[in-house]
């Protein structure tokens, strides 16, 4: 990597790379993500391949994926014919254009699978039990992505509550279920 990247940047471009292809994207791709999204101001391809020291057809191409992903968006800057990126400043931004784009290409694609799946006659044991266990899975994957559009929903402040809630949550599931049981309670 190009001296031009402080140490803090250079570690932070390198082990985002190592986690992206660990995520199933580039490491590539990852690289260049992390130094679109920690850099002060919008960069050109250009930038991006000197300062990571890539091909420029490389960076093109991370380019197009980053955006098909909505993780970087595209700018002009006046006066300059060169495009330019940035990446969304708020890391809640970032996390919810993640989630949906995975619910998009690998939830989805699952659910309607399995909904299919769950469509055929079976007519053998070994069949029922399959379809038995896909109802399972189809069950529970529906109650998650109905989870996640609530949490969709919520502004960032809110959401950044519920998780630092962590385990409460759970605590007070169980005290409300101990309220249902003590005599007088209500149910």
Known sequence: MSSALTPLVRSFVSHFGEMGSRWGINRTVGQIYALIYVSSR???ADEIAESLEFSRSNVSMGLKE???WRLVHLRHLAGDRREYFEAPADA?????T????????EIEPTLTMLRNALLDEATTPEDRFAQARMKGMHDLIELM???FDDV????AATLAQLMKMGAKVQR???LKDKIK???GGRS
């Open 172 to 174: 007070l599931l169980e």
């Open 42 to 44: 919008p960069l050109n």
């Open 181 to 183: 049981l003590v005599p």
């Open 98 to 105: 993640l989630a949906e784009e995975r619910r998009r290409r």
């Open 145 to 147: 992505t109905s989870w």
């Open 92 to 96: 809640w931004e970032v996390f919810r």
């Open 152 to 155: 969709q929903r919520l502004d």
């Open 66 to 68: 980053l955006q098909a």
